[in-house]
Structure formats: C-alpha cells, structure tokens
C-alpha cells in the first residue's frame, strides 16, 4: 500500500511538472504564501478542519492559476498534515478518568465541573487520532464511493470492438505495466536490501515481492489521467486500451502468484507441524 501511495506520488509530480502551462509568477507566489500560512497556523495549535479545507481550497485556486498543475498542491498539503496525535494516551486515560466518578442524574444536577469534564473528554477523544487519520476516515467514504468511480467512468471510456493490440502506444503500455514496473520495483528493492539500505520484514520472501511487483502493474487511475494529457483523441484510446489489458495481465499474474505461494506456505506449515506431532512420544 505504501508502495502504491509513492508510486502515484510520483505520477502526480509527472504531471504537475510535465504537464503545466506557462507560469503564472503572481499566482504562484500566492500559493507559496498559502502554503506558508498553512504551515504556520499549525506551528500555532490551530486544529479546526474547516480552517484548513479553506486554506487548502484557497492554495489549490492559486497553484492552478499559477500554470503549475494543481494536483501538485494536494500533494504538498497532504505531506503537511500532521501524522502527530494532539492528545496523549496517558493524558486521554487521565481525562477519562475523571468522568468515572459522575453520579447518577447529573444533568438535573447542573454541575458545571462535570459538564467541562465531558466537553473535555470529547475533544480529547476527537484528537487522540492524529490529523491525518481523521481526514482519511472522513475522506475515505467519498474517495473510494463517489470520486474514484466517477473518475473511473470519466476516463475509461473506451470502444473496444476492432481494437488493435498491434499499435505501438499499447503494446508499449502494455509492456511498460506487465514487464517494466515489476522489473524497477524488485530490482530496486534487492539492491536497496543488498546495500544495507533497507531490511525485509519478518515473513517477507524475494517471492513475496515480486508478486507485489506485479500487482504494482495495475496503473488505472493515473495512468489514465496521464493519457488523457499526453495523447490526442486519435491515439488516446490505444494507449487506454494498453493501460487496461496491462492492468489485467500484471493483476492476474500477481494474484495468482500470491496465491500460489500462499497454498505452498500454508502446505509447508501444515507438513512441519504434522512432522512435530509425529516426534512428540
């Protein structure tokens, strides 16, 4: 997963660098200021949301207007958003803790104390959660429900009837996902392993990532969103022919891999602990 954010991490900087229009000096420069106010105001301890949806909305307009593709500033404000939780778990137990104590009626009671005590306690439940695990459980139900397949509908129309797999745009699409992606994530991730530069987890195999590798060939979202900039009308169906039938081929490959070393693994499992029972007297 952490694989597949990066990866269009970097799509979206092709297209925000690849793809602009002539720079717009002042606009940028907006930007860049709302930027920088975003940054202050969380140096500052401003944690409302709504806030921040503005000033990103307003930073978003400007990096737009500026010639700079606009998707670069999403990218910019979602590293920006603090991964840091506000409230600590000691502090979190410890506000708790003084709504244990609240009698019975105490709404008739009017207390004042214990009133403060529960508002508390609910922001403090509220920012136990860092930042950015608030926007993804808020973003997540329209991202995966409405934006993704409204994406998907938008740019994946395609005629398939008398398609022409011998163009050269989707055989090299094809090749590109099927073959090229596999190859730079596995190649990469050996050497970064053989220069110390990273460790494999416990239970991750050289098997285990290539089959990952594969499944990194499933290039949809920004793969089509890349041909819709790069290629005119008369080649963009080939190259969506391409990204489609090599999301297919490396999905396939990929998933059927995991499972064969899944069954191998569970086999492999199921023979040492039979062979353990078989010693025991």
Known sequence: ????????????????????EALNWSALGLGLLGIGIVAGASRVGIRSVPVYFLLGAAVWLCIDASGVHATIAGVILGLMTPTRIWVSDARLHAILGRLRAVPAGYRQQGGTATRHNLRQASRAVTEALSPVERLETMLHPWVGFAIMPIFALANAGITVQGADFEQPVSLAIIVGLVLGKPIGVFGFSWLAVRLGLAVLAPGLSGPLILAGSFLTGIGF???LFIAGLAFD???LNAAKLGILSGSAIAATVGILMLLLLTIHAARAK?????????RIP
């Open 221 to 223: 979202t920004m793969s």
């Open 270 to 278: 199921c023979a040492t602990s039979t062979a353990d029972q078989d």
């Open 233 to 235: 009308p008369a080649t």
């Open 1 to 20: 997963l952490s694989l597949a954010i990066f990866d269009d991490i970097g799509a979206i900087l092709v297209v925000a660098f690849g793809y602009g």
